[in-house]
T-cell receptor
Framework: GENVEQHPSTLSVQEGDSAVIKCTYS??????FPWYKQELGKGPQLIID?????GEKKDQRIAVTLNKTAKHFSLHITETQPEDSAVYFC????????????FGQGTRLTINP | NAGVTQTPKFRILKIGQSMTLQCTQD?????MYWYRQDPGMGLKLIYY???????DKGEVPNGYNVSRSTTEDFPLRLELAAPSQTSVYFC?????????????FGDGTRLSIL
């Protein structure tokens, strides 16, 4: 089945710097890759997603890139702010029915003021 | 819209006890999911449902049961609680229609088995 690996597990950056989180997936048939942000005591919230027919997508300070050949995708956060501190999860959607997602292990991002 | 609502938010159980985690959504989503999240790990799929009366096992179904009698509700049952089931449980839902619909999550139930 699908397997998603996420790195790093923890990331600490200075406020204003950029943060990059990387994921690899194993099933070349996966076609949808969302990123979720989880704040303390809350459920995951979708922040950006990308489809397999697109190489890059941007939403203000957040961008995601996808390399289908290498089977990896990355989350880029620019001009980081304290409120960006959270746990971030990548996921890949199996092409088979029920829209099931397979999640990476998560990255705890800390923004230092 | 309240979205996905989970109750209770916290619970402590003794080994061997049973309980039901409640999940309801008001978005008329036909797909619903239960995940567990262990410390430092991603979310693992326990069970899912593609509509009322239809359920199927996910990656880690042992020790759990589900039912889906209505579109809105998807309860998760633990029959004989074990320490290995100490975790945070999340319910999620999505529309089946439309390509690559996002999953919407509740805020979780934090369960400790002692």
């Amino acid at each position: 089945g699908e397997n998603v690996e996420q790195h790093p597990s923890t990331l600490s950056v200075q406020e204003g710097d950029s943060a990059v989180i990387k994921c690899t997936y194993s099933d070349s048939a996966s076609n949808y890759f969302p990123w979720y942000k989880q704040e303390l005591g809350k459920g995951p919230q979708l922040i950006i997603d990308i489809r397999s027919n697109v190489g890059e997508k941007k939403d203000q300070r957040i961008a995601v890139t996808l390399n289908k050949t290498a089977k990896h995708f990355s989350l880029h956060i620019t001009e980081t702010q304290p409120e960006d501190s959270a746990v971030y999860f990548c996921a890949a959607r199996l092409i088979q029915g029920a829209q099931k997602l397979v999640f990476g292990q998560g990255t705890r991002l800390t923004i230092n003021p | 819209n309240a979205g996905v609502t989970q109750t209770p938010k916290f619970r402590i159980l003794k080994i061997g006890q049973s309980m039901t985690l409640q999940c309801t959504q008001d978005m008329n989503h036909n797909y619903m999911y239960w995940y567990r999240q262990d410390p430092g790990m991603g979310l693992k799929l326990i069970y899912y449902s593609v509509g009322a009366g239809i359920t199927d096992k996910g990656e880690v179904p042992n020790g759990y049961n589900v039912s889906r009698s209505t579109t809105e509700d998807f309860p998760l049952r633990l029959e004989l609680a074990a320490p290995s089931q100490t975790s945070v449980y999340f319910c999620a839902s999505t529309l089946s229609e439309g390509f690559q619909q996002p999953q919407h999550f509740g805020d979780g139930t934090r369960l400790s088995i002692l």
